[in-house]
């Protein structure tokens, strides 16, 4: 079995394999080609009697111009190489090589474009890692700070209530680093799942009350550092039946439903509503959700780049008072948590705002 991927081969290779445009094949043609040209002027020679120093020098010319033509036929593409490999080490991974050759050299151009194909893949995701973790530990940063400056300038008192409160953004930091390193794991598909069961009223109304929790935490800080944030929308919550339950890992959950409530609270208007509704799926512990906002919506022609990460949408004016515009990752990381769980994440048709709906599929069902 090889170790990579097989050399490219052009169409209609004759002679078991042998290459008609192939570096090999080329040189020797040189050779036979400057062979017969001095055997024609030697014979051109012989017959009128044309000095031997003429033809040697003849000779001499032609098999040059010739060797020239080949050597710069080889000699160009590895001077382009040599420049595309010099900026991909300087850190340039845009740059590539023109594959319009089909020898040995056309081979290594294009190893050296998927090479810089790679090597800017990596790149482009180690800046969206620094990016997603800078978007996922500023939430609990900020309310743990909050709860702090409120205790140092005596405006709260260190009760249990207030330290409870400073615990639970801090164990929120922990499990927060503990999901970098499943996103550094992501593209090799190794990301852990911890599945189990639990109630969707209870769950779903502490992540509700935890939004509300930050959000007041953000405007205090807001308040006294001349920033904005969004202290006006009023998150509803709607749960069918209320004993319904789900088979999933909570914490991924959690990921989704936070930064679908985020996003939906900074496209609402002064005083507006978000619901979150939670809806039994087809299959054994499946389940519908949906975020509703009353905002501008997001128009048809960008439903399918809205889950692209750094995508901020082309909505004017989408925010609405007192919002920070966001980083255009709330939803990229949504919709790859609900990958992981081999679900669908989409935005759907409504009257009114934006609406996403997400698809979990709950418990596999047993093989028969």
């Known amino acids: 079995m090889s170790d990579g991927p097989a050399p490219r081969r052009s169409p209609g290779e004759p002679w078991g394999g042998v ?123 900020a309310g743990l700070q909050a709860v702090l400056e409120n205790i140092v300038d005596g405006i709260s008192a260190a009760d249990p209530e207030t330290m409870r409160t400073a615990l639970k953004q801090t164990e929120r930091l922990g499990r927060l680093v503990e999901t970098l390193l499943d996103l550094s794991r992501l593209d090799n598909g190794v990301v852990p799942l911890k599945k189990r069961r639990f109630e969707v009223w209870p769950y779903l109304s502490g992540v509700l009350k935890e939004a509300q929790m930050v959000s007041s935490a953000r405007a205090g800080i807001a308040s006294r550092s001349g920033g904005h944030t969004r202290t006006d929308v009023h998150l509803h919550l709607d749960v069918s039946p209320p004993e319904l339950s789900t088979h999933a890992d909570p914490e991924r959950i959690h ?75 709330g939803l990229a990381i949504a919709r790859w948590a609900v990958d992981l769980h081999g679900g669908r994440i989409r935005v759907a048709e409504s009257a009114r705002g934006c609406r996403i709906q997400v698809t979990l599929p709950g418990e596999p069902s047993s093989p028969s």
């Open 19 to 141: 290459r008609p445009f192939a570096i090999k094949t080329k040189l020797g043609a040189l050779v036979v080609i400057s062979v017969l040209i001095t055997t024609g002027l030697l014979m051109i020679a012989v017959r009128t009697r044309t000095e031997l120093r003429f033809i040697t020098v003849f000779s001499m010319i032609a098999t040059l111009l010739i060797t020239q033509f080949v050597a710069q036929s080889l000699t160009a593409p590895l001077d382009e190489m040599n420049t595309v490999a010099r900026s991909i080490s300087h850190g340039d991974y845009t740059r590539r090589v023109r594959e319009n050759r089909r020898d040995e050299l056309g081979d290594l151009a294009h190893t050296i474009n998927l090479m810089a194909d790679e090597l800017e893949a990596q790149d482009r995701q180690r800046k969206e890692l620094v990016a997603n973790v800078s978007h996922e530990l500023r939430t609990p940063i």
């Open 255 to 329: 990921q989704v439903v936070a930064n679908l409530i985020d996003n939906a609270v900074k496209h609402s208007p002064p005083h507006g509503r978000v619901t979150v509704k939670a809806r039994r799926g087809p299959s054994p512990q499946s389940l519908e959700l949906e975020v509703l906002d009353e905002g501008p919506g997001i128009p048809q022609s960008e439903w399918h780049r809205v889950f692209e990460r750094f995508n901020r949408g082309a909505v004017s004016a989408p925010h609405g008072p007192g919002s920070d515009g966001g980083t255009g990752l």
